[in-house]
């Protein structure tokens, strides 16, 4: 089955900075992958979708790439602030399933001021 | 503002007990999802819907079982409570694409005690 491998470890940027996060596949080849912002006790909010004909996607202060030869997704935010503290999801559809996906552990952000 | 409203915010119930987590949509979603979350396993599938009365186990579907009789609502049920099903329970919902990202609810913190 699929595995998907985020760093747990939280991340401490300074405000202003750009954040990026890693979010790496193996064994398999998905049709997309899937962002995702939490906040503590809050269901995840979806932020981005990037299919793997594409190579980057842009949304405001974020950008996503996908490199299906690494079977790897970057999510950057730029222009870092104090607000976009929160855990970071990515997601990927099961193999053969396109309709549901599985979630990585997730990644802690912490834009210090 | 499209929804996903999980019944209850937090629940206590005691061993045995036969517990139902209710959750409603109003976006006309064909798929709805049932996820646990805990930390350091992060979000776990336990059931999915596609239509109304079919289902499909995720990965961790011992224990529970789903209802769907109308579109827009979704029930899990915990046929006799443990404590190891202590937990947060999320609800989400998506169009029958599954391209465009999940709306979940904000959860249900649940204690068995």
């Known amino acids: 089955s699929q595995k998907i491998e985020q760093n747990s470890e939280a991340l401490n940027i300074q405000e202003g900075k750009t954040a990026t996060l890693t979010c790496n596949y193996t064994?398999?080849?998905?049709?997309?992958l899937q962002w995702y912002r939490q906040d503590p006790g809050r269901g995840p909010v979806f932020l981005l979708l990037?299919?793997?004909?594409?190579k980057e996607k842009r949304k405001e202060r974020l950008k996503v790439t996908f490199d299906t030869t690494l079977k790897q997704s970057l999510f950057h935010i730029t222009a870092s602030q104090p607000a976009d503290s929160a855990t970071y999801l990515c997601?990927?559809?099961?193999?053969?399933?396109?309709?549901?996906?599985?979630f990585g552990i997730g990644t802690k952000l912490q834009v210090i001021p | 503002d499209v929804k996903v409203t999980q019944s209850s915010r937090y629940l206590v119930k005691r061993t045995g007990e036969k517990v139902f987590l209710e959750c409603v949509q109003d976006m006309d979603h064909e798929n709805m999802f049932w996820y646990r979350q805990d930390p350091g396993l992060g979000l776990r599938l336990i059931y999915f819907?596609?239509?109304?009365?079919?289902?499909e186990k995720g990965d961790i579907p011992e224990g529970y079982s789903v209802s769907r009789e109308k579109k827009e609502r979704f029930s899990l049920i915990l046929e006799s409570a443990s404590t190891n099903q202590t937990s947060m329970y999320l609800c989400?919902?998506?169009?029958?694409?599954?391209?465009?990202?999940?709306?979940f609810g904000s959860g249900t913190r649940l204690t068995v005690v």
């Open positions: 997601a990927l559809p099961y193999s053969g399933g396109y309709q549901k996906v599985t």
């Open positions: 819907s596609y239509d109304v009365k079919m289902k």
């Open positions: 064994n398999y080849s998905p049709a997309y």
């Open positions: 989400a919902s998506s169009s029958l694409s599954g391209g465009y990202g999940y709306t």
């Open positions: 990037i299919r793997e004909n594409e």
